[in-house]
């Protein structure tokens, strides 16, 4: 399993960009892609991720980007988004994309996201 991370950079507080990750291999709709991040000083934190099941999908997200911070996911492409909208300095942190089939835990090149005040 690869995962290709892309987007993130520097970002005034209140911005919206977008995160991808399109991964590639082994893993599959019903196998959990997301995104975590890390900022300087604390440990990893999970900020959301998605599973497809049949004809409905499942989602998480962290309690601090509930609102702000949406996830999608192409099956057929095996791509995943991360839409996180009025972003603020708190948001800043390395994000990490991440996908899980059989028992592992694969991941992407982090992709920074700084956000000013």
């Known amino acids: 399993v690869q995962l290709q991370a892309s987007g993130g950079g520097a970002v005034q507080a209140g911005g919206s960009p977008r995160l991808s990750c399109a991964a590639t291999?082994?893993?599959?709709?019903?196998?959990?892609l997301g995104w975590y991040r890390q900022a300087p000083g604390k440990q990893r934190e999970l900020v959301a991720s998605?599973?497809?099941?049949?004809?409905?999908?499942?989602?998480k997200y962290a309690d601090s980007v509930k609102g702000r911070f949406a996830i999608s996911r192409d099956s057929v492409e095996n791509t995943v988004w991360l839409q996180m909208n009025n972003l603020q300095p708190e948001d800043t942190a390395m994000y990490y994309c991440?996908?899980?089939?059989?028992?592992?835990?694969?991941w992407g090149q982090g992709t920074l996201v700084t956000v000013s005040s």
């Open positions: 998605v599973t497809i099941f049949g004809n409905g999908r499942s989602t």
């Open positions: 991440y996908g899980s089939a059989n028992g592992l835990v694969y």
């Open positions: 291999g082994n893993i599959f709709s019903d196998n959990p």
